[in-house]
């Protein structure tokens, strides 16, 4: 340091001053219960009495520098959509097998119960790599608050995943049940068949995993981001998308284990067919997402990701495609692996792309301008 | 007593929902209504909701000296943000963020056609402190409620730095640093608390005491609001025209906001929103929306299932 300088205290670290004085004036807990205001209506514009920009006048702005600040979110975050979509779908694809389906679906099920919660173990550390201050992750915990899609999030992934590890403690046991050796483990297997427990079991655990699906596209369409603000069609996309990535991956896991070693189980045929319908459901809402954005879409369509963007879409594309082509014999299992690798690329791709581009819409003045234009109405 | 919390836009015209499923889309979209984290009552032991306090900062007073910056960095002991020259005028700070809590924006208007004086357009940038405001409604850890002045604030204790407030925000307020002067920070979440330290020992917000002009005024909105009219209406007496106020009565998807501003230009001029979205409104149909394509595509998934065992 040079001679004469002083030691700035704060550029050690920065701490603003309210951060470790306790306030004596700090609102905690449920003291007063929460009240609930009639939302407001839109009201009517009175007349601006400011000059409205023509198309030949420039745009107003300020030195074209964005209203909005770029989301904080990075690759953690598109992972963790992946990887929980993932997750959901797959157990609900698992649940379906067991409770419509026959003995024959039985690799699927068992497959699927797996893939949940192999997919879900890496959600925790994502989330809380992604926080600026992991030490309090578990803050989000302390308050239920459905009005905000995060916490309502977390709430159902943490039930989520209670239901998931039921799910795979009784598959193991079913798969060792021929060599099970304690009486213990028989009675336990025995009480987590149980038809009612199984039915309650069900009843929960497949709405949270449909809301764990579809709940990270409501929490981006709940922001002021030019791309994600109110667009209905984001959490019907990451639906689908959780559905489709979550038939991909039974499929695949299948193709390379020893049971999916018979060239065509039945199983094989059912994910197939959803995988396309749920395909065919995430280009529609796809196509309705960017609809609904119009020009606040252009970040997404020629930014810095629209490689990505495409990227989603050809894989997406070429995975129908490829189950079209009539492979026969030993071709067969590899082109359909191929398929499958190529949706899950296509979902992940699509997710990373969402998340990422919303760093370029907001930093775009014109997309951030547009996003607080005037609407009728 | 009970105190009456403001009702936002309580004047506004309630749309008649048509037939019954109007009714039904109606409620969807109100699934989650806006809602105030707990705010404390006068018999709460003595810090109650007294009055709402809040912001007028009139532009046409504003000489640009930044007093108000540095007294809001000095206050609340914010780190500068580093010497750049960005070329924009006098603003070298560009924009709100997490360690400027008052950014004054500074702009030179020349006339179109080049002929005759320029004019300054400038404006002590701040938090509005919104009513039903998206930041509050987005926070997952409830840290940021509203507090005994009615103003939004952030409890740093309890705010775990997931960002989605500053997502949220349709004003670009709140901000993240991950680093200050090359160190990390604490990872959180900060912006104006309207000097709510001050304020419990009955003081002036740092900014609006060090403003030489009163351009910054701070005092209960009501009358500040009242005070606003008038001054509109003395301006346009004076023969400025291009005068009116923003947020003060309603902008956008919303009320009245609790820091309001006088203006002389387009908000965009000032990067102000011209009709800010809410963008919490109707996402229980977005629930209902992203349910429905999720259960279906189960419900298809089981038909097929179950198919194969009818037919098998």
Known sequence: MAEGTRDVPYQAEWTPNLRHRPDPNRVNGPAVPARTIAPARRPTLPEAPYPQPTTTSPQPSYYDLSILKAPVWKWQIASYFFCGGLSAGAYALSRMAERAGDEKYRDLSRMGAYLALAALIPCPPLLIADLGDPKRFHHMLRVWKPGTPMNLGTWSIVAYSGMATYEVVRQYLQDRSDRIGSAQRGRLLKLMNNGVLLAIHDAAGVPFALMVAGYTGVLLSCTSNPLWCKNPWLGPLFSASALSTGAEAISLALDCTAEGGQPQSPSHSILRKVDTLAHLTEIGCLAGFLRFAGDKARPLRQGSQSKYHHLSLRAMIAAELLKLVPFGGALRKPIRMLSSALGLAAGFALRWSMVHSGRDAAEDPHAARLVSQPREG | ?312
Request: proline share 8%.
């Open chain 2, 1 to 312: 007593m009970k105190l009456q919390l403001p009702i936002v836009n309580a004047q506004a015209p309630a749309v008649a929902p048509n037939g019954r499923l109007g009714q039904v889309w109606e409620e969807l979209a109100n699934t989650f209504p806006p809602q105030y984290t707990p705010v404390p009552q006068p018999d709460d032991g003595g810090v109650g909701l007294k009055q709402i306090m809040g912001f007028f900062t009139d532009t046409t007073l504003c000489i640009g000296c930044k007093a108000c910056e540095v007294a809001c960095k000095q206050w609340n002991q914010l780190p500068a943000d580093g010497l750049n020259f960005t070329g924009n005028s006098y603003d070298n700070t560009r924009q709100l963020s997490g360690t400027t809590w008052r950014h004054v924006a500074f702009k030179e208007k020349l006339p179109e056609d080049g002929q005759g004086p320029g004019r300054w357009l400038m404006l002590s940038d701040v938090c509005k402190h919104c009513q039903d405001a998206p930041c509050q409604h987005s926070c997952p850890t409830g840290a940021i409620i509203y507090n005994q002045f009615g103003d939004v604030y952030v409890q740093n204790d309890i705010c775990n730095g997931c960002g989605y407030c500053i997502s949220a925000c349709p004003f670009g307020v709140l901000g993240r640093a991950e680093q200050v002067n090359g160190q990390p920070t604490d990872g959180h979440a900060h912006k104006c608390t309207l000097c709510m330290d001050r304020q419990v020992e009955g003081m002036t917000p740092a900014c609006a005491k060090s403003c030489p002009t009163a351009s910054i005024q701070f005092g209960p909105v009501e009358e500040l609001r009242a005070a606003a009219r008038q001054r509109v209406k003395d301006l346009h007496d004076r023969g400025n025209d291009r005068a009116y106020l923003y947020g003060c009565d309603s902008v956008g998807d919303y009320g009245p906001l609790n820091a309001f501003f006088l203006l002389e230009d387009h908000p965009n001029e000032y990067n102000l929103p011209v009709d800010p979205p809410q963008p919490f409104r109707g996402q229980g149909l977005r629930y209902a929306a992203s349910l429905a394509v999720g259960a279906a595509l189960t419900a298809i998934a089981a038909l097929l299932l179950g198919g194969g065992r009818r037919h098998g």
